[in-house]
């Protein structure tokens, strides 16, 4: 019997010691009917439309627009008004004024907010009251703070705003993403249409009910709902003069393909498939809780996920086997149940992905374990799992699965560790777990990721910079480095980005 065995034996609470239902109310959430596109601050018929449901449960939650190429037109015409006519030439005082109201609006409005994105995207409430409403408000606050700072931000260099963004989102952290984008792009003096992912709409277009109470002038922000074809249009228009893009690094790489030589410029903040890296010296129960954290949260929709765990072999047993035990404790179901840990896959096409790569990695030769859990019926749900016995050539070590799924290697030395880390064509986090300072620092020189945290895994601040290397992307979003992609500048070499 292992220590671990004995010590539970003894544990004060038992094991079955279960946890009532603790739904948080839908009732704060108006929704409407149907919606269409806000364009020049006014809501747009949408001539095509689909439904939005919940991934929890399957209901429709409401009729949204699928933004044609018109729409995306009229969007773009409203932005490009709202640049020429007041907005880019608006000191940034004033408009550092309106970044603050829409802060506060949606720190007073954040119970509604995190519920309707539990909602329409499965994540539990848990996370988006604790996690993405704080950090939303908070881009905007700290963005607000650098509107009139610019010529300090920048000395001698006279920051200009580009004109018209494009900001194309996915649908992991709706709100937050959207703060991401839209925040530096105003505080910079450019006006914005926005594409919500198709299947998480409902809090961006809530979000336009901030911006009237904000009273942010008709035009600066546009929202046209839709999929790719909507946000391909967005691409192709030629009013707009920066795209910034999140989602897959394919379709990353196509936009790149399509903006080459166009003069347009382009950020991307792709994929990533991350290495949590644990020494023998690490504190082992704090590893343990940010391995969960690293993988686990938000089902492991994360960009930044870290879904390679790199484990020293002399802590292999005893590491795997707390690991276990821990995941028999997450709580899978309702998001919108404040104890649950583990929300709903984010849609039907997202499991099969999961689904599709979790046999990949048996049939490849992987053990897989996953603690025993009822999943709901209805839905779209997906187990905690780790698979053990992973070679650095399987498809679960090398592709971004984007789902509770986390693959464990191992190493013996700081060298063979940062070989294994940097083994992947993204790069864009890492995670290393040690008591060591200069270990740390030795470790951060040497991975290729554009974060690397340290005995802490998804930690955010508006104020650092997040973004990738190699095929998770370019261009910094978050902090000074973040208003950059949002100016031009006298030394701007071309406009090309
Ligand atoms: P996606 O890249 O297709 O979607 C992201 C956004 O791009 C959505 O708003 C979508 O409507 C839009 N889009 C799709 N095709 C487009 C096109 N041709 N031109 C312009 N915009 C387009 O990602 P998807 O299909 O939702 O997920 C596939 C995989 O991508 C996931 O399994 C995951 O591995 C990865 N992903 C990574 C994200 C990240 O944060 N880095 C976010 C979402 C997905
Ligand atoms: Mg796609």
């Not at 859990?373 to 698979?387: D, H, I, K, N, S």
């Not at 083994?423 to 995670?431: F, R, V, W």
């Not at 955010?460 to 500048?489: C, Q, T, V």
Request: charged share 25%; with cysteine.
């Amino acid at each position: 019997m292992s220590e671990l065995d004995r010590r539970a034996g003894q544990a004060a609470v038992s094991g079955d010691w279960t946890y009532a239902p603790a739904p948080e109310s839908r009732e704060i959430v108006r929704l409407a009917e149907r919606y269409g596109h806000f364009i020049g601050g006014a809501w747009v018929e949408a001539s095509e439309t689909y439904e939005t449901i919940s991934p929890a449960s399957e209901e429709t939650l409401a009729v949204v627009g699928q933004g044609t190429a018109a729409d995306v037109d009229r969007a773009v015409a409203a932005a490009r008004e709202a640049f020429e006519n007041g907005w880019s030439t608006l000191p940034g005082s004033e408009r550092a004024k309106y970044l603050f109201r829409i802060a506060r609006l949606l720190q007073e409005r954040s119970r509604e907010f995190a519920v309707l994105e539990s909602l329409n995207g499965g994540k539990p409430i848990k996370e988006s009251r604790d996690v993405d409403l704080p950090l939303a408000a908070a881009h905007f606050f700290y963005y607000a703070g650098w509107a009139d700072k610019l010529e300090y931000a920048f000395p001698n260099r006279r920051p200009r705003p580009i004109g018209v963004a494009g900001q194309i989102i996915p649908w992991n952290f709706p709100l937050l993403m959207l703060a991401w984008k839209v925040a530096p792009a105003l505080a910079c003096g450019n006006t914005v249409v926005l594409k919500p992912a198709e299947t998480t709409p409902l809090t961006a277009l809530l979000f336009c009910d901030v911006l009237r109470q904000a009273e942010l002038p008709p035009g600066v922000v546009n929202i046209v709902t839709g999929d790719g074809r909507t946000g391909a249009a967005l691409v192709e228009h030629e009013g707009v003069d920066k795209i910034a893009f999140t989602g897959s690094t394919e379709v990353g790489k196509a936009i790149q393909r399509r903006l080459a030589g166009t003069g347009k410029r382009l950020t991307l903040e792709l994929g990533g498939k991350a290495a949590n890296i644990v020494f023998d010296d690490c504190a082992l129960d704090q590893a343990i809780e940010g391995i969960v954290n690293g993988i686990y949260f938000n089902q492991g929709h994360v960009c930044c996920a870290g879904s390679r765990l790199l484990v020293q072999e002399s802590i292999y047993e005893p590491l795997v086997e707390k690991l276990k035990r821990r995941l028999s404790t997450l709580r899978v179901g309702d998001p919108l149940d404040k104890n649950t840990d583990v929300g709903a896959i984010n849609s039907r096409l997202q499991l099969q992905k999961i689904e599709e790569l979790v046999a990949s990695g048996r049939e490849e030769g992987a053990e897989i374990y996953q603690p025993p859990c009822r999943l709901p019926e209805r839905g779209y749900w997906f187990a905690p799992t780790v698979f053990t016995n992973v070679a650095q050539s399987y498809r679960i070590a090398q592709e971004e699965i984007f789902g509770p799924v986390l693959s464990v290697l191992t190493f013996r030395t700081p060298d063979e560790a940062i070989e294994k880390a940097n083994n992947t064509p993204y790069g864009l986090s890492a995670g290393v777990w040690t008591e060591k300072g200069s270990r740390i620092l030795w470790m951060a020189q040497r991975l290729r990721a554009g974060v690397v945290w340290a005995n802490t895994y998804n930690r955010f601040d508006p104020a650092s910079p997040f973004g990738g290397y190699k095929e998770s992307g370019f261009g910094r979003e978050g902090g000074l480095h973040g208003l950059e992609p949002y100016l031009d500048f006298d030394d701007s070499e071309t406009r090309g980005g």
